[in-house]
């Protein structure tokens, strides 16, 4: 009777080991398939936003155009000759009218909410 019982519990670890066997299969497979469907979700939904936001070089080819064609007009005192050079000089800044002066009050320091 001993040896009867004994083969009933190496059957039942061995039918033990393989439902749990099945089970870590099944699980691997569940995951690899969301992960590959994520995958493929994100790259579908990158692909849908790069079409819908083209980015910097769509708008800097129609800026650059405006921005060459207003920058001589709407610079004051810019030479009338020069278009290059008067849209990288500051040609509309003034220098301030008072020079500024160092103070000797301690800087005020504020952090938080407080």
């Given at each position: 009777m001993a040896g009867r019982h004994q083969h009933g519990h190496a059957r039942f670890e061995r039918l033990a080991r393989h439902r749990r066997d099945a089970s870590l299969a099944r699980i691997g497979?569940?995951?690899?398939?969301?992960?590959?469907?994520?995958?493929a979700a994100m790259a579908a939904l990158g692909l849908y936003v790069a079409k819908a936001f083209p980015g910097h070089q769509h708008?800097?080819?129609?800026?650059?155009?405006?921005?060459?064609?207003?920058?001589?007009?709407?610079?004051?005192?810019?030479?009338?000759?020069?278009?290059?050079?008067?849209a990288?000089?500051?040609?509309?800044?003034?220098?301030?009218?008072?020079?500024?002066?160092?103070?000797?009050?301690?800087?005020?320091?504020?952090?938080?909410?407080?």
């Open positions: 497979s569940v995951t690899r398939t969301a992960v590959i469907g994520s995958v708008g800097s080819n129609s800026s650059s155009s405006s921005v060459t064609t207003t920058a001589p007009t709407t610079a004051p005192g810019a030479a009338s000759g020069s278009s290059s050079s008067s990288t000089s500051p040609t509309t800044l003034s220098p301030p009218s008072t020079v500024p002066v160092q103070t000797q009050a301690p800087p005020v320091v504020s952090s938080g909410a407080s």
